[in-house]
């Protein structure tokens, strides 16, 4: 191997992949499309400006996944300085409600660094009472304005929902839970991949509509404090986009 080669995965490559997988990727309206356009809020946080409205951190993420799927990454927030002032506190803008899955990292997805996001993560974002609990820690303790339900293509858990309703059995275990969960998400008029496919967009927008429902955090949306927002985020172009609610 001379100086100048990387070894097989190495950041070279993975870039490489990536720009091969994005393509020419079009700058789109993204997270913030349909939201009022205004000034951005912004105020100090120990980390540096932090956005303080749902839109200033809705336009912070949708930023952030440009420069993620244009490969103009910044890798904010990972000083020296800034690990030493997070010691004494949090000041994250957004929390982020993201599946398990290794490829959908939020902090990578949406270019942020340490003590930007509070990120809870769940295999296809299924809420249980723990769940719940971190977010509206983040919202009500941390005082944050934006809560984003972030599904994914190709998400398995869903598959494995959606295999196991139509196969009529019951998945080991504790699996179970996950697909009792997603399988009001289940579209049964669909017939092949695009039935999973459609049950992760749906799966997002009733997560969301549980969320908005639950009265802590309904108080906050309904004072123009606090926007939950549902998402998905495609493999193929590394682009995040808003979802509706069902």
């Given at each position: 191997m001379t100086?100048?080669?990387?070894?097989h995965?190495?950041p070279?490559r993975?870039?490489?992949?990536?720009a091969a997988?994005?393509?020419?990727v079009a700058?789109?309206?993204g997270?913030?499309?349909?939201w009022?356009t205004g000034?951005?809020?912004?105020?100090e946080?120990l980390?540096?400006?932090r956005?303080?409205?749902?839109q200033?951190?809705?336009?912070?993420?949708?930023?952030?996944n440009?420069r993620?799927r244009?490969l103009?990454?910044r890798?904010?927030d990972e000083?020296?300085a800034?690990?030493?002032?997070?010691?004494?506190?949090q000041?994250p803008?957004?929390?982020?409600?993201?599946?398990v899955?290794?490829?959908?990292?939020?902090?990578?997805v949406?270019?942020q660094?340490?003590?930007?996001l509070?990120t809870v993560?769940?295999?296809?974002?299924v809420?249980?009472?723990a769940?719940l609990a971190?977010?509206?820690y983040?919202v009500v303790?941390?005082g944050?304005?934006?809560?984003v339900?972030?599904?994914?293509q190709?998400c398995?858990?869903v598959?494995a929902?959606?295999g196991a309703?139509e196969a009529?059995g019951q998945?080991?275990?504790?699996?179970?839970?996950?697909?009792?969960?997603?399988?009001?998400?289940?579209?049964?008029?669909?017939t092949?991949a695009?039935?999973?496919?459609?049950a992760?967009?749906?799966n997002?927008?009733?997560v969301?509509?549980?969320?908005?429902a639950?009265?802590?955090?309904a108080?906050?949306v309904?004072a123009?404090?606090l926007?939950v927002v549902?998402?998905?985020?495609e493999?193929?172009?590394?682009?995040?986009?808003?979802?509706?609610?069902r």
């Open positions: 100086a100048d080669a990387e070894p995965g190495g070279g993975r870039r490489f992949v990536r997988l994005t393509g020419a700058v789109g309206a997270l913030v499309a349909g009022p000034t951005s809020s912004v105020t946080g980390n540096g400006p956005p303080a409205s749902p200033s951190a809705l336009r912070a993420l949708d930023e952030g440009q993620w244009t103009h990454e890798h904010p000083t020296m800034v690990r030493q002032t997070l010691v004494a506190g000041h803008f957004a929390v982020i409600l993201g599946c899955d290794s490829r959908v990292p939020p902090e990578l949406f270019d660094g340490l003590g930007d509070l993560r769940s295999a296809g974002e809420l249980d009472e769940v971190s977010i509206a983040g303790e941390l944050i304005p934006l809560v339900v972030l599904g994914h190709s398995g858990a598959a929902a959606v309703d009529g998945l080991p275990g504790h699996l179970q839970y996950l697909v009792d969960q997603i399988r009001p998400a289940i579209d049964r008029t669909l092949g695009g039935r999973a496919d459609a992760i967009t749906a997002v927008g009733l969301h509509a549980r969320l908005t639950e009265p802590v955090l108080e906050r309904a123009g404090k926007a549902g998402a998905r985020y493999l193929t172009s590394q682009r995040v986009h808003r979802v509706d609610s």
